[in-house]
């Protein structure tokens, strides 16, 4: 289960999951039309950092941004069997990737 999506810098606002399902939506006004959505909310950035933290490139990513150099981004999540885990992964340092494992916390830099 995902528990949370983080980054290093205090502008991003950390994304928290709860058990069960959870939907990311845009806002929508009373003048939306019926396919219309509110860009700009971070869905698809969401799935962006997530999809980074797991080892993606940053070819086209909106992450490859040179305002987001000193940034790195993680997230927590369970596995079931297998425990706990926090992944942390920086953009100028794309080919190491932080895996911390609970409870004894201990890091491994994978490259």
């Given at each position: 289960m995902l528990h949370e999506v983080?980054?290093?810098e205090s502008e991003f606002q950390a994304i928290h999951f709860r058990p069960g399902l959870n939907v990311v939506t845009?806002?929508?006004h009373s003048d939306s039309g019926e396919r219309d959505s509110r860009n700009?909310?971070?869905?698809s950035t969401l799935l962006e950092i997530v999809h980074f933290c797991f080892g993606s490139t940053l070819d086209k990513s909106?992450?490859?941004n040179a305002d987001l150099?000193?940034?790195s981004f993680?997230?927590?999540?369970?596995l079931p069997f297998a425990g706990s885990y926090e992944i942390e992964?920086?953009?100028l340092k794309p080919q190491s990737i932080s895996i911390k494992t609970s409870p004894d916390?201990?890091?491994t830099q994978v490259v």
């Open positions: 983080f980054a290093s845009a806002a929508r700009g909310a971070g869905k909106p992450l490859n150099n000193q940034w993680g997230m927590t999540f369970t992964r920086a953009i916390t201990k890091t």
